[in-house]
T-cell receptor
Framework: DSGVTQTPKHLITATGQRVTLRCSPR?????VYWYQQSLDQGLQFLIQ???????AKGNILERFSAQQFPDLHSELNLSSLELGDSALYFC???????????????FGAGSRLTVL | DAKTTQPPSMDCAEGRAANLPCNHS???????VYWYRQIHSQGPQYIIH???NNETNEMASLIITEDRKSSTLILPHATLRDTAVYYC????????????????FGQGTILTVHP
């Protein structure tokens, strides 16, 4: 157990639907990151939050959005789902927004999304 | 970030040392070398990182050449549970701004440890 909790572990849904993935970071960590891993794209950075504020964006689709709440948990919302959105979605956390160890991330076990 | 090059796959016998190479010939002076691994469909796991000195922790050792253009991750006594994809990532540490934690995972090296 890494200390980063992701729910649900598995999710099957249909095209056009909307889903929400949830992440609880490791205790004390203020930064949350979302990554997507698909068979053809590998692991890709989506978005990062620090203490409730968006800090960095990667190749995140406009149909996707995220937020970090005051209790520091984060949610990734995926809407108008397409077949190509089927992937593993990982959440990671780290204590800081910079300085030593800023790139040492603790990853959760992931949420596997299947779009049919 | 400097580009990294890793062999696509390697084999290692259980109990022997696994030496995973990484080339990063365009690395800048303030960029660190990070290693992560991913056991099948699990979340990536941080292993070790370093700037120019050799580093060791409970999981592995990291050897960085003097010119910093390449490095080797060493798992001293590989076990079957070390079978995973190993990623070498070069990144500025504590870059501040919006760049930290935004890791670029390449294809990595698939390490297979066999009995």
């Amino acid at each position: 157990d890494s200390g980063v909790t992701q729910t649900p572990k598995h999710l099957i849904t249909a095209t056009g639907q909307r889903v929400t993935l949830r992440c609880s970071p490791r205790s004390g960590d203020l930064s949350v990151y979302w990554y997507q891993q698909s068979l053809d794209q590998g692991l890709q950075f989506l978005i990062q939050y620090y203490n409730g504020e968006e800090r960095a964006k990667g190749n995140i689709l406009e149909r996707f959005s995220a937020q970090q709440f005051p209790d520091l948990h984060s949610e990734l919302n995926l809407s108008s789902l397409e077949l190509g959105d089927s992937a593993l979605y990982f959440c990671a956390s780290s204590p800081s927004q910079g300085g030593p160890g800023a790139n040492v991330l603790t990853f959760g076990a992931g949420s596997r999304l299947t779009v049919l | 970030d400097a580009k990294t090059t890793q062999p696509p796959s390697m084999d290692c016998a259980e109990g022997r040392a696994a030496n995973l190479p990484c080339n990063h010939s365009t690395i800048s002076g303030n960029e660190y070398v990070y290693w992560y691994r991913q056991i099948h469909s699990q979340g990536p796991q941080y292993i070790i990182h370093g700037l120019k000195n050799n580093e060791t922790n409970e999981m592995a050792s990291l050897i960085i050449t003097e010119d910093r253009k390449s490095s080797t991750l060493i798992l001293p006594h590989a076990t079957l549970r070390d079978t995973a994809v190993y990623y070498c990532i070069v990144r500025v540490e504590g870059a501040g701004g919006t760049s930290y934690g935004k890791l670029t995972f390449g294809q990595g090296t698939i390490l297979t440890v066999h009995p």
